[in-house]
Structure formats: C-alpha cells, structure tokens
C-alpha cells in the first residue's frame, strides 16, 4: 500500500522550495540592481525591472512546480530531498493538467491564512490531501521506506517472465513503487483504469529496460517480472 506523507514532511520539502525560489530571486534582483547601477539606469527603467524580476521568479516557481511534478516523477527538489512524491490516487504519475491544477493551488497557499487553512484540512483528510490534492486526484507518498523486499515478492515470485529481463539498473525504487502500487491494487480496479494505468507504467519504464519478452506476454506479466528483477537489483545496490 501507498504510504502517506504527513504535514510536517510535506511543510519540510515545500520550505525547501521556498528557499530555492528565495535564493534565486535575491540573486536575481542583486544582478538587476548591480547591473543597473553600472549602467546608470533611470529610476523608472529600474522599478519596471525590478517588478518584472520579481514576477517572472513568482512564474518560474509555478513553472517549476508544475514541470517537476509532470516530468520528474512528482518529486521538485524539496520533496527529493525528504524522500517524498506525487502520484495519481492509483499511484501512477501526475498527468500535466493535474499538476497544473495542484501548483495553482500550492502558490495560493502562499499567502498566510490559506497556508494555514490548507493545513487543518491536510490533517483532517484521512488520506493526507491539501484542496489541491483533492481536486487534481493526487497524493503525496513516501518513497524511502524500510527492506521489505522479500515479504514482497512472495507474491510475483513465480512469474517465469523473469529470467527475460536482462537489465534494470535504469529503474530506482520510484519506479518500484508505481509498479508496486498497481499489482496490489489490479484486482480492485475497473478493466480500463487498471489497462491504462499499466499502459502509462509501461511505456515510462520500456526505454529503460533490457529484456526479451515474448510478443504474447501481457502487460501485467512483463510489470510483475520487472518487479522481481527490480527488487532483486535493489537489494544488491
């Protein structure tokens, strides 16, 4: 199952961020005011820029937020760095409108009162879920977790597909955990949110890969042998 990851850890990685985005700003601003000064800029050429400095970092942010949780497997540098990241309610990665839709909420939470409600709601929601997360369908889930390897793969230990896969150095545990949190819930899901889930699961992990699968092996089949191959690689890192 997904673990949950909690106010403290998520307020953590979110100052993390902040700080990031702080540091570049005022360094930002310090090239603008040096730059200006050097070249005697007039004062209201000074005031513009200093605006456009200030809001395009306060875009850069959005951007950031939006493109980590899209492209880099849910997970900006504060949430790397406390080992947490984003992932759909089915564990699978963020598609872009979603991450959109929870980055417009996070920068709202910039200002102090809706931080602060965000923040009752986040421990009252029984799946850890700011407004963002609930209206974007995403969760913030822990990806540092103790061994448990072998109570796991008691379950897919018998898929012959297994001896296909040649190399999965590529993958890391994020990549376990998706596949993880798919075969542990395939029974439960609905045909066609189970077969897209697995499709995108697929295709993320296909390129990094080394295997000779047969052409009939299901999808499932081919997840469940990287599973094991993966969680056997993990153990020997």
Known sequence: TLRL???????????????LWLVVM???????????ARLSVPQNVLGLGTVLISWGCLV?????????????????LGKLGL???VVTTLGGPVPFHSAVLRTILLVADLIPFLLIADAL????????????DMLAGTLVVIVR???ML??????YAHNPLTSRVTSVCALDEDDLDAIHALLERYVELDESVRSTLAAQIWQAVEPRIEADFPEDATVLQRLQAIAIALERDIERR
């Open 5 to 19: 990851g909690g106010l403290a850890s998520r307020a953590g990685a979110l100052a993390l961020d902040i700080l």
């Open 26 to 36: 005022i360094v930002s601003l310090v090239a603008w005011f040096w730059t200006s």
């Open 60 to 76: 850069g942010f959005f951007a950031y937020h939006v493109l980590c949780t899209w492209l880099a497997r849910g997970r900006t």
């Open 83 to 85: 080992g947490l990241r």
């Open 121 to 132: 709601l986040l421990l009252l929601n029984p799946r850890c879920q700011r407004l963002g």
């Open 145 to 147: 977790r103790p061994k």
């Open 150 to 155: 072998g109570k796991r793969r008691v379950q």
